[in-house]
């Protein structure tokens, strides 16, 4: 991206209100994206559809201060979908029953806590008690908290560091 630095290269990018930048080097584009919260509804049949102002007013205005290349810019093509997210307290959700393991409600927090993430559904795929963080933590109680729907989140206790 000409003007982002001496490179021409711009990582994935999330800005404030969790706007996120990726750049498509195939396709030569930039795919911009925002989950908001305003719980529409759900349905297995429904399609979501874009919404032009969806990227007019929460998206564009931060997108162009951030990053003034940006600015005039507007969607080539656009799509909705649905967030997979736990609306409890926004924290992922992993557990097993019988022989299906769970890892879900990530979005929003996915990317920062992958690799937590897939060092507790290991230990829980594994039926092994114990599972150790990056940063050494380990996560003892895990079997234990994977029993039942009552310990909805079993991160929530760690978010420091994830």
């Known amino acids: 991206m000409k003007g982002y630095n001496d490179l021409y290269v711009m990582p994935f990018t999330i800005l404030p209100r969790r706007i996120y930048v990726k750049p498509e080097i195939r396709e030569e ?11 529409r509804h759900y349905a297995l049949e429904e399609d979501p559809k874009p919404e032009e102002n969806f990227y007019k007013y929460p998206i564009y205005p931060v997108l ?3 990053l003034p290349q940006f600015t005039g810019a507007s969607p080539a093509s656009m799509w909705a ?15 097993k029953i019988g022989n299906i393991e769970v890892a879900a409600g990530t979005s929003g927090s996915g990317i920062t806590k ?9 230990a829980v795929a594994l039926d ?6 990056f ?28």
């Not at 584009?29 to 719980?39: A, E, K, R, T, Y």
């Not at 979908?81 to 557990?95: A, E, L, R, S």
């Not at 092994?128 to 963080?133: C, G, M, Q, S, T």
Request: glycine share 12%; aromatic share 10%; hydrophobic share 35%.
């Open 29 to 39: 584009s930039f795919w911009v994206g925002l989950s908001d919260n305003l719980g």
């Open 135 to 162: 940063d050494g933590t380990s996560l003892s109680e895990i079997y234990g908290a994977c029993q039942g729907y009552h310990n909805i989140s079993i991160l929530q206790h760690n978010r420091i560091g994830i």
């Open 128 to 133: 092994i008690d114990e599972a150790e963080l």
């Open 81 to 95: 979908g649905h967030y997979d997210m736990n609306p409890i307290d926004g924290q992922p959700v992993i557990f």
């Open 114 to 122: 992958a690799d937590a993430i897939g060092r507790i559904a290991s």
């Open 64 to 66: 162009s201060k951030y």
